[in-house]
Structures are given as structure tokens and as C-alpha cells.
């Protein structure tokens, strides 16, 4: 089964509209992490954020904010005001403290037209 | 911050030809380091783990007489694609941790098997 589900495959948006990325995860463990990671076209994963599984408090960085909801096992991350530069794949990841592997997504590429 | 380097960033190579990804931590000491394959538009796969001074743990379907990783000290762990050919050409991409809960990830490898 997969651990981490990013249902959205392709999604396209028009510069400066607002979009979210959906993450589902499914983990038997009470401790674990989660991420998201930027992918440009030059391949080199861009670390966005982590949060353990105890943190439920929503976070905002400048124009990327995150919602993380342990009842529906979710972890969406949201663009506001969405640039050209956001364009990437950008992938959902789980860490279980049982374990040292990471488990993605299997990515959400985001194309944002001028 | 943690800084995971990758050389080459690119590799281009005869079939039948063995080539060899370095992947170093630059800043700090690495008890775990991580190999993954990216496909285009695909997602990360783990090929092995790899713990100092100890023979990697792969995958299910990752040969380890094809994909030789040596993990020779806390900070450089090599992948050498044996007898390369046109279908191991890929993003060769590896991760380094120092704790459970975080990986860092280098910036890749494209290998092109002529």
C-alpha cells in the first residue's frame, strides 16, 4: 500500500492565483515526519519544510503555508499568489521513527503560467 | 546548514563501461547514507541503504552485483553502476543523515549509457 499519496499528478495555474498541493499519508507509527521538497528542472531536491507528528500548528512562510491534520492523515501545502519560479515537482514524504527510510510521493508537477 | 555534494553532476558512458557516483557530506558525519533512482516524471525509489563500515541494504529488485556501494567512512559513500547499460541511465540522487528523522539530499547524477 502506498504510504503517501499525492493524488494530483499535473496541475496548471495562472500566475498569481492561489493553489494547493494535496498529501495524504498512512502510517501505523504515533511518531513521524513529514515533508515536502522542491523539485526544479535541474533535479536537485529543495528542502521545504518537517514536521513531527506531535506539531498540528499550522505554519506559513511567506508564501507557502502548510496544513497538517492528523484526523483525516493529511499534510497540504498551499502557494499563495503562486509565481512563475514556483514551476517544479514538488513531492510529500513520511518518516517513521521505526525506521530510517523515507517514503514519497509520487509528486505533484506544478506549472504556473505567466 | 547540512550540505551533501554529488560528483559528477553528470556522466556520459559507453555500454559495458563501469562508472562511479561519490556522494560526500560536506559539514557533518553521516551514520546513514541512502541511494535513490529517479525515472523521468517519476518518483524517488530507494536502492539501498548504506551504514558505515557495514554492507548496503537494497532494495527488492536492485541487484547489488550491478549497483556496488561502498560506504568507506562517515562521510563519502560511492555507487558505481557495473557494466553499464543503456538502462540504468538515469537521476542517480543520494541522501545522508546523522539522525533518524532527516535526510539531506545531495544535488544528483545524470548517468547516460550510450
Known amino acids: 500500500a502506498q504510504k503517501v499519496t499525492q493524488a494530483q499528478t499535473e496541475i496548471s495555474v495562472v500566475e498569481k492565483e492561489d493553489v494547493t498541493l494535496d498529501c495524504v499519508y498512512e502510517?501505523?507509527?504515533?511518531?513521524?515526519?513529514l515533508f515536502w521538497y522542491k523539485q526544479p528542472p535541474s533535479g536537485e531536491l529543495v528542502f521545504l519544510i518537517r514536521r513531527n507528528s506531535f506539531d498540528e500548528q499550522n505554519e506559513i512562510s511567506g508564501r507557502y503555508s502548510w496544513n497538517f491534520q492528523k484526523s483525516t492523515s493529511s499534510f497540504n501545502f498551499t502557494i499563495t499568489a503562486s509565481q512563475v519560479v514556483d514551476s517544479a515537482v514538488y513531492f510529500c514524504?513520511?518518516?517513521?521513527?521505526?525506521?530510517?527510510?523515507?517514503?514519497f510521493g509520487t509528486g505533484t508537477s506544478l506549472t504556473v503560467i505567466p | 546548514g547540512a550540505v551533501v555534494s554529488q560528483h559528477p553532476s553528470r556522466v556520459i558512458c559507453k555500454s559495458g563501461t563501469s562508472v562511479k557516483i561519490e556522494c560526500r557530506s560536506l559539514d557533518f558525519q553521516a551514520t546513514t547514507m541512502f541511494w535513490y533512482r529517479q525515472f523521468p516524471k517519476k518518483s524517488l525509489m530507494l536502492m539501498a541503504t548504506s551504514n558505515e563500515g557495514s554492507k548496503a541494504t537494497y532494495e527488492q529488485g536492485v541487484e547489488k552485483d550491478k549497483f556496488l556501494i561502498n560506504h568507506a567512512s562517515l562521510t563519502l559513500s560511492t555507487l558505481t553502476v557495473t557494466s553499464a547499460h543503456p538502462e540504468d541511465s538515469s537521476f542517480y540522487i543520494c541522501s545522508a543523515s546523522r539522525t533518524k528523522e532527516t535526510q539531506y539530499f545531495g544535488p544528483g547524477t545524470r548517468l547516460l549509457v550510450l
Open positions: 502510517t501505523r507509527d504515533t511518531t513521524y515526519y
Open positions: 514524504a513520511l518518516s517513521e521513527f521505526t525506521g530510517n527510510q523515507f517514503y
